[in-house]
């Protein structure tokens, strides 16, 4: 029986950390199961992701631009997806803001959110539509032990995991009559 043919992950903030590793370790799958559309908000840090990826470079894995917390940036990128078709995304891009609330500015704590949770939700919302259309399709989001508990001077950080549990939790259920998991 022919293979099924391989499922497109595209995973945001792979210029380093989990992201990075996911990125590769889906690439590097024996059984090829994977295209694997890596994504970064700044491709002149696309150094280590490409050493990492090697000989799986253009063949299960491509890097393309993404800035989460931008709705165009977003666009392009889908638009850049042959056929515009993920059928797995991993939502891991994040930021951290540690030390006390009151020296936390305005701008720092948007950014958490921007890219922690509305980030999360752009590209959710972005790509539920194809998803429910072919009742298939998986929705990973990287949040934290800090989206359970919260962490003494990790309030903002804590507070945007805790804003993605709840986002998830809530609809997991309602995405289970579309057989997106
Ligand atoms: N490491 C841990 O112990 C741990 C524990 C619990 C949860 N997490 C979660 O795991 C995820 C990955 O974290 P990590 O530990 O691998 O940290 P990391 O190495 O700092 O990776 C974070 C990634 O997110 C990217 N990013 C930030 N803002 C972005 C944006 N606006 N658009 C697209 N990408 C953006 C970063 O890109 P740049 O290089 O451009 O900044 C980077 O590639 C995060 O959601 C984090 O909250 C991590």
């Known amino acids: 029986m022919a293979a099924p043919p391989p499922r497109t992950v595209l995973v945001t903030g792979c210029s380093s950390g989990i992201g990075l590793a996911v990125a590769v370790q889906l690439a590097r799958d024996p059984q090829r ?18 050493a990492a990826a090697g000989e799986t470079l253009g063949e299960t894995l491509r890097i ?22 993920v059928d797995v995304v991993v939502n891991n891009a994040g930021v951290g803001l540690v030390g006390p609330l009151e020296a936390a500015t305005g701008p720092q704590i948007q950014r958490v959110f921007d890219t922690n949770v509305f980030g999360v939700l752009r590209l959710i919302q972005a790509l539920l539509p194809q998803m429910k259309q072919r009742r298939s399709g998986h929705i990973v989001v990287v949040s ?32 289970l009559r579309f057989n997106i998991l």
């Open 33 to 50: 199961r994977y295209q694997v559309v890596a994504t970064m908000r700044d491709l002149s840090r696309r150094g280590p992701l490409e």
């Open 64 to 85: 393309l631009r993404l800035d989460v917390t931008s709705d165009s940036s977003v666009a392009e990128c889908l638009g850049g997806v042959p056929g515009g078709r």
């Open 144 to 175: 934290s032990v800090m989206g359970l508990q919260g962490v003494a001077f990790n309030d903002i950080y804590s507070a945007s995991k805790f804003a993605v549990e709840g986002l998830c939790e809530s609809l997991a259920v309602q995405l």
